[in-house]
């Protein structure tokens, strides 16, 4: 047994302040939950403050870096499973056609004022005073208005982990899922770095393989002129298999290049440095990365680099301080952060998973001498996005939801969800609502439990939604007037980028083959808390290129 360490006083002290603080905001969001808890007398007070310990066992502090939310009342889980019954009302295309209205009126905690002079037990409870009357505000506000308020992070170390990367980028990186974009793009985060901060922002449009290449230019653009001074790239961490003909390791898709999007990015950043820095080598790098793919070279083997959290402390901003540029990676859990990274080293560096809220706190990795990237943990802003929907997001993990079926229900009014799953009405049903959709996607799968023998329905709408997130469903949306302006985007001069981007590669039969499309059934609770590097391979599936996308899930085998 490892011997107990000695403790100085002070540290024990220190230790003790921390626990008292953490516990009075602790305390702050019992109480804030109870008050906005609009649940009968009967009701059992609850703390509807629930927290998902994602990183790893031996990361530090265990439960410090958790991700918090509120927790559904009792009353709520009730009203969800009932709804679960009522008919689906199918709405319209142009409904997909969305701003960054529910970020209207919404802030994100920012880091209190500091000096010098403060120490560190002062700071502390600065910072954890300002978060309780954050809280505290947000909750006033959302009440007086009688306005939704979606899930968002409560945990003050994830927004201390924000606050730092922000302060050491010299440019930031604001990455977003390509398929809902303004969902996960807070203009107070852009205008924060922008005119607060004073520094240049590239938004990253990734996983642009997901869409089709017309919605990708329309979102490009509405970012463009919607947010001046704004530079925006496109990106896409997955490779075509076909095009390299790589094999899927053990490990999972191979990250090694996708040199077209690792280009794009270079420019933009270089045109925002300028002369001040000498960025050569990466340059020079990402020829090389592309020389290798083209050679089909092995990428190194997978090094992961595990770098503590830094310690916690405080200093101005230099910029370019000892001649190195430094990027930070920020955004909503799961938008692909971290794959980027992997993506521009050229091999795995840090840890990627198909779970949100991953990463749990920030890590540096050189990717040249003078270029550094930091990798931020995913973090859910507040805002006024419906919780069925921020599931769907890859805000919430999906294994732990309650009750899965307001996200189903989001899904299932959008897509054509019979025809895309090819399922038929089970008998006990008149017409398709989410539970109906969830029990005959389970006697189609086979899902039954091991007693009764009914349907597994709440394994099935978890199947479902691991595979919108994953995106073998595909539920895009759209910028305003895309609908009736498709035609002209599929003719845009920028068409051409984004195809040779998503490096579509045709095969004899014209089907798409791309490597994220896979998924076996038993990987749908298993990955939830993985790192991907370490789930089972799965097959490779086709998509036709026209017609019902989704009818690869007919090839789906258990
Ligand atoms: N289709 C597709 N999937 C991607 C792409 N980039 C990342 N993914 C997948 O998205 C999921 C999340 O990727 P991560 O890189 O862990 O995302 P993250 O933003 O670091 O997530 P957190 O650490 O939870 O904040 C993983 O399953 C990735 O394989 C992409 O370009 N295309
Ligand atoms: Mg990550």
């Not at 910072?127 to 945990?155: I, S």
């Amino acid at each position: 047994m490892p011997r107990k360490v000695a403790y100085s006083g002070k540290k024990k002290k220190e230790q003790l302040m921390a626990k008292r603080q953490r516990k009075g905001t602790q305390n702050y969001l019992k109480k804030f939950a109870s008050e906005s808890d609009d649940s009968d007398d009967e009701t059992p007070p609850n703390p509807r403050v629930e927290k998902f310990h994602l990183q790893p066992a031996e990361s530090h502090g265990r439960g410090r870096y958790a991700l918090q939310f509120f927790k559904d009342s009792d009353k709520e889980i009730a009203q969800m499973k009932q709804k679960a019954r009522d008919p689906l009302v199918y709405v319209d295309l142009k409904d997909r056609e969305v701003t960054d209205q529910p970020f209207e009126n919404f802030d994100f905690p920012i880091r209190p004022p500091w000096n010098y002079k403060m120490s560190k037990e002062e700071l502390d409870r600065n910072e954890n005073r300002y978060f309780t009357d954050y809280l505290q505000k947000l909750g006033e506000q959302h009440q007086e208005e009688g306005k939704h308020l979606g899930l968002f992070e409560l945990n003050l170390e994830s927004w201390r982990q924000l606050w730092r990367v922000l302060e050491i980028s010299d440019i930031v990186l604001i990455i977003v899922d390509i398929r809902s974009p303004t969902y996960m793009f807070p203009p107070a985060l852009f205008t924060y770095i922008k005119s607060t901060l004073k520094k240049d922002v590239v938004l990253i449009l990734n996983k642009i393989d997901l869409v089709r290449p017309e919605v990708v230019v329309a979102w490009k653009h509405y970012f463009l002129d919607k947010y001046p001074g704004i530079s925006v790239a496109l990106f896409a961490s997955y490779q075509s298999r076909k095009a390299n003909n790589m094999k899927v390791t053990k490990r999972g898709p191979n990250v090694k290049n996708n040199g077209e999007c690792a280009l794009e990015l270079f420019k933009q950043v270089k045109s925002i440095v300028g002369s001040e820095l000498n960025l050569t080598k990466w340059e020079e790098k990402i020829h090389e990365d592309i020389a290798a793919s083209m050679l089909e070279m092995d990428a190194k083997a997978d090094q992961e680099v595990v770098v503590k959290p830094e310690n916690y402390q405080l200093e101005e901003h230099v910029r370019y301080k000892n001649g190195v540029l430094t990027i930070g990676c920020v955004g909503f859990p799961n938008v692909g952060k971290s794959s980027i990274i992997n993506t521009l080293k050229g091999h795995k560096v840090v840890s990627v998973s198909r779970t949100p809220g991953h990463t749990k706190y920030f890590q540096t990795i050189y990717l040249t001498e003078n270029v550094r990237l930091v990798d931020c943990p995913g973090l859910i802003f507040p805002s006024s996005t419906p919780r069925g929907l921020q599931v769907i997001l890859g805000s919430y993990p999906i294994a732990q939801l309650r009750v899965p079926y307001e996200s189903i229900r989001f899904v299932g009014e959008r897509l054509d969800l019979p025809s895309v799953l090819s399922i038929q009405l089970p008998p006990d049903y008149s017409e398709w609502s989410p539970l109906a959709i969830c029990d005959a996607w389970a006697l189609r799968k086979g899902f039954l439990r091991a007693k009764t023998a009914h349907p597994d329905t709440y394994r099935a709408a978890n199947n479902i939604l691991q595979l919108v997130l994953q995106g073998r469903i595909v539920l895009d949306f759209f910028p305003p007037e895309f609908v009736e302006s498709e035609d002209t985007w599929k003719t845009h001069p920028d068409i051409a980028e984004v195809e040779k981007i998503q490096n579509k590669e045709l095969d004899n039969a014209g089907q798409l083959v791309h490597d994220y499309s896979s998924h076996s059934d038993n990987e749908d609770n298993k990955s939830e808390s993985s790192d991907e590097s370490s789930e089972e391979a799965s097959k490779p599936a086709t998509i036709p290129k026209s017609g019902n996308a989704f009818s690869l899930l007919d090839d789906e085998s258990d």
